[in-house]
């Protein structure tokens, strides 16, 4: 079982850029998944996350309008489509999966967003 995270990078303030995470192991339709972020001396913090089944999201106030989940159940993936980035956005993203009716929950490694000009 794994969460594999990609697409991190440098980007300029205002720019976009989007995160996928890909599950092996287990099926993502069957789990809740979502985003966290840790900056260097925060707290691991929710961005947004989407049900399943059903899909509907919920997103920290703080990327509500900018940041976009979504799920792609045939490629067994979760990507975050992040646009007008902001250097407060600077961070490790995780993605994480928790199973809708056991709760067993997985997290991938992270990948690091920097945003600075």
């Known amino acids: 079982v794994q969460l594999m995270e990609s697409g991190g990078g440098l980007v300029q303030p205002g720019g976009s850029l989007r995160v996928s995470c890909a599950a092996s192991g287990f099926t993502v339709s069957s789990y809740a998944m979502s985003w966290y972020r840790q900056a260097p001396g925060k707290e691991r913090e929710l961005v947004a996350g989407?049900?399943?089944?059903?899909?509907?999201?919920v997103y920290a106030d703080s990327v509500k309008g900018r940041f976009t989940i979504s799920r792609d159940n045939a490629k067994n993936t979760v990507s975050l489509q992040m646009n007008s980035l902001k250097p407060e956005d600077t961070a490790v993203y995780y993605c994480?999966?928790?199973?809708?009716?056991?709760?067993?929950?997985?997290w991938g490694q992270g990948t690091q967003v920097t945003v600075s000009s």
């Open positions: 994480r999966a928790v199973h809708v009716l056991y709760g067993i929950a997985y």
């Open positions: 989407i049900s399943s089944p059903g899909g509907s999201t």
